[in-house]
């Protein structure tokens, strides 16, 4: 089991940038798969990136790809999630999520997770 943490959120006018950070502590966030998911208002969490134990497998969902990044610091047991071109519909609540899995695992639903951070927001508006 491995505790994250979200920070990085905040407000951001249309067109900038925010880069959110999880941190972990516990001793299996190197052998994990990492997900960074999302919840708006009234809506359903969903899978914004996904990288696998390596950080050689990657997935991005359609609403986010060519404009997020996720990256990884095992030295810093930290992921990140560098978003850029921010559009107000990517106002949510921002959650990362972490599971012990093989090298090449990717995890891309909320139910593949056992491991949250507590979310934090993110609002783009002018």
């Known amino acids: 089991q491995v505790r994250l943490q979200e920070s990085g959120g905040g407000l951001v006018q249309p067109g900038g940038s925010l880069r959110l950070s999880c941190a972990a502590s516990?001793?299996?966030?190197?052998?994990?798969?990492l997900g960074w998911f999302r919840q708006a208002s009234g809506q359903e969490r969903e899978i914004v990136a996904a990288?696998?134990?390596?950080?050689?497998?990657?997935h991005y969902a359609d609403s986010v790809k060519g404009r997020f990044i996720i990256f990884r610091d095992n030295a810093k047991d930290t992921v990140y999630l560098q978003m850029n071109s921010l559009k107000p519909e990517d106002t949510a609540v921002y959650y990362c999520?972490?599971?012990?899995?093989?090298?090449?695992?990717?995890?891309?639903?909320?139910?593949?997770?056992?491991?949250w951070g507590q979310g934090t927001q993110v609002t783009v508006s002018s």
């Open positions: 999520a972490a599971q012990i899995s093989s090298v090449w695992t990717l995890r891309v639903r909320p139910d593949e997770y056992e491991d």
């Open positions: 516990g001793g299996t966030f190197s052998s994990s798969a």
């Open positions: 990288m696998s134990r390596s950080g050689g497998y990657r």
